[in-house]
Every structure is written in C-alpha cells, then in structure tokens.
C-alpha cells in the first residue's frame, strides 16, 4: 500500500501485462476482475466471502447509489467503505451507462443528463461536475468520468457526436477531481465500432495525462471479433504505464482474449446475475443446473475446487434449489461462479508472470470444449 495512486508492470508475455495497482486502501493485482456492488452489495453474497475469494476492489454505481440511499447520506454515514463494510478499494462508475441503458428516461445536453428516477419519478440532473462531487461523497478511490455511451450498432455521425461529447466532458470532469492524492480519476475512450474515432478519443484523452483509462461502450450489442478490433486500435493509442479498464467485460472468454490484447482490470454482473439464474460457470464451461440431468446427480460441480460451494453441495441439491426458487441456489452459484472468477484471474496472472499465457489460453478453451461430465 502506498499514499500515492501508482501502477507498476511487473511482467508481460506479448501484449498480456501483469501489474500492480498500489492505493492507500490495498494493491489491485492485475488483470484483475471486480466483483458489481451496484447498490453497496454484491448481489446474493457477504462481502467476507467475496474478500475471501481474492477480489482486492469492487464496484458501486453512482446513478443508483445516489438515488438511494444518497450520496450525501453515505458521506454522513462515514463513506460507502464504512457504510458496506469493504476496506479494500472501490471504484465507482459515472452513471454514463444509464444515458443508454435507461434512454427513455431522460434527457442529454452539453450540461449533462437529466435523469427521470426509475424508483420514484424524480427529476435529477448529473453534470460531469456533479458527478465526480457524488463519487467523492462516496469516498470512492477511482472514479470515472462521465460520458455517453453509445449502443451499437448505431449511425457513424452519432457515435462521434457522443465522442467529442465525452471528451469535453473528460476535462469538465479533470477540473472537478482536481488534485486527491492517493485516488484516480479514469478517463473513458469512446468511439463505438469505428478505429479512426476510437484512436482520436485515446489520443485526446491520453493528452489530459489522468491516472488511467477505461474503454467503454463496448459488449453493447456487437459481435466479441469487432470487441477485440476496437481494442487492437485503442489500447496502443494509450500510455504503456497507465493501467487500462474494460468496462462492462464480460464471458471468461472475452476476459481471457482481452488480456491477450494488453487489458488489465474488468468488472461484470454476467458471474452473479448468471449464478441467480442457475447457471454456473466452471473449469468445465458454463453448467445450467436447471436441466434435469442434474436432478439425481450427487456430484458436486468440480470437486478439485477450492470453493465449497462448488465443491461441497451435490448437483441435485443446487437443481432442486434453483427449480424451487430457494434464494440459497442464486447465493451458492453466485459464490460458485465469482469464485471462478478469480481463479481464473489468478491463472490468468501466473501465466504471464512464466511466459506461457497463450499455452495458458489454449488450456483453459480445451476445458470448456471439451464439456462438463458425462451424465450419471
């Protein structure tokens, strides 16, 4: 741990890169994955189990978090680390995916977006001042920026209107963050499915010389090969020595090649959302414990796991639970797949540092090839 926001490469194998991220909360070894506490939780888990799984930060939504409980609120309560009861770091995101992901529901201009509640109709209004002042209520340790996010596929004159809008923003943004030794502020590279916007974004936003850089708008709708081309323009545009963000990313398989495209942190809800549903994501591949091949099947999910959720709780245990609806089914899967998360991550991590990552890849593909085991 540091007193200054630092990132050190301390290996890379191609364009893989293993690092440190050092804060005064805790290191963040990279690549890294983090857990989504939108609301201050990690759907259907403690936060003692998450820690114990490995995660060195997660992730709060500021759009949410400032409708309820409020961000004056958190900040009265001691912060959100206090508040949820997390002393690692966390980074907040800017509430620039609601521009898209709640579009009927508000209104953008160059002030920024006036947002209708989706809990209770109020009017709100988050410019890029307003919010980076929501995010330090929060006493988050890196915030982003706010941006508009784009879905794709969408008009080439309307992804760069987005664009230069984010990049205005990004220095609106800059100036609010001022100087908070010890905590980042992200900037976010836009430019939709188009090379020649995306590196224009890079560039501009590597000249406001920030902490770090995220790409965003991505794992909107396209196709993973269009996810990696973006990358393949993107991420040589950025500085080598600043950590680099994938937002929203993703299916382990999109993890894994993206690491292979110089990526180093990420954040998804696909390993807890997917678990509340009965899907379980394993060494095996991803397992749909509704089926009913698991009904009398007293195997665990991967009995070499470190996890006790998968390694302790028979097939037809967690089948039963998920076709009753019982909560413990979403909560054991959830456990099970960030838990596979992170395992992942920490191969993922060991490979480079021996310079074998793409062996590494090569490997863990031919385990979700090859499938899960045969029925009983």
């Known amino acids: 741990m540091t007193e200054t926001f630092q990132f ?29 506490g939108t609301v201050g939780t990690v759907k259907a888990m403690y936060l003692d189990q998450v820690r114990e799984l490995g995660a060195d930060i997660i992730l709060g939504n500021t759009y949410h978090l400032m409708l309820r409980p409020g961000a004056e609120r958190v900040a009265r309560l001691g912060g959100l680390h206090n508040f949820i009861r997390w002393e690692r770091p966390i980074l907040t995101d800017s509430g620039g995916f609601q521009v898209m992901s709640l579009s009927s529901l508000r209104k953008l201009d160059e002030k920024g977006v006036t947002f209708k509640s989706h809990v209770d109709g109020a009017l709100y209004h988050m ?29 080439p004159n309307e992804i760069e209107r987005a664009m230069e809008m984010s990049l205005r923003w ?4 800059k100036v609010a963050f001022g100087d ?52 393949d323009v993107t991420c040589p545009a950025l500085p080598a020595e600043k950590p680099r963000y994938l937002m929203g990313v993703g299916t382990p398989d999109d993890i894994l090649k993206s690491v292979a495209h110089g990526i180093d942190m990420f954040d998804c809800v696909m390993p807890t959302r997917s678990g509340r549903h009965g899907l379980a994501f394993t060494r095996y591949g991803r397992i749909n414990l509704r089926n009913a091949r698991h009904a009398e099947d007293t195997r665990p ?20 639970l998920i076709r009753a609806n019982e909560s413990l089914g979403g909560m054991l899967l959830s456990w099970n797949n960030l838990a596979y998360y992170q395992e992942l991550m920490a191969g993922i991590r060991q490979a480079i540092e021996e310079g074998r990552y793409a062996d590494f890849m090569a490997e863990t593909q031919e385990g979700w090839k090859r499938g899960d085991l045969p029925p009983v």
Do not use: N
Request: negative net charge; proline residues 7%; contains cysteine.
């Open 180 to 231: 908070q030794p010890g905590k980042a502020m992200f900037g976010i590279v836009q430019g939709g499915d188009i090379p020649k916007l995306r590196e224009r974004s890079a560039l501009a936003l590597k000249d406001l010389d920030l902490k770090g850089y995220a790409v965003g708008g991505l794992a909107v709708g396209e196709p993973q090969d269009v996810m990696l081309d973006m990358l």
């Open 170 to 173: 990004a220095e609106r943004c």
């Open 301 to 320: 999910l991967d009995e070499q796991s470190s996890c006790p959720a998968t390694r302790d709780y028979s097939r037809a245990y967690l089948h039963h």
């Open 127 to 155: 410019s890029p001042e307003r919010s980076i002042e929501i995010q330090g209520l929060l006493d988050s340790d890196i915030q982003m920026q706010l941006d508009e996010c784009v879905a794709l596929p969408a008009e």
């Open 8 to 36: 050190k490469l301390l290996a890379t194998d191609g364009k893989a890169r293993r690092g440190e991220v050092s804060m005064p909360r805790g290191t963040i070894r990279t690549p890294a994955f983090m857990p989504v």
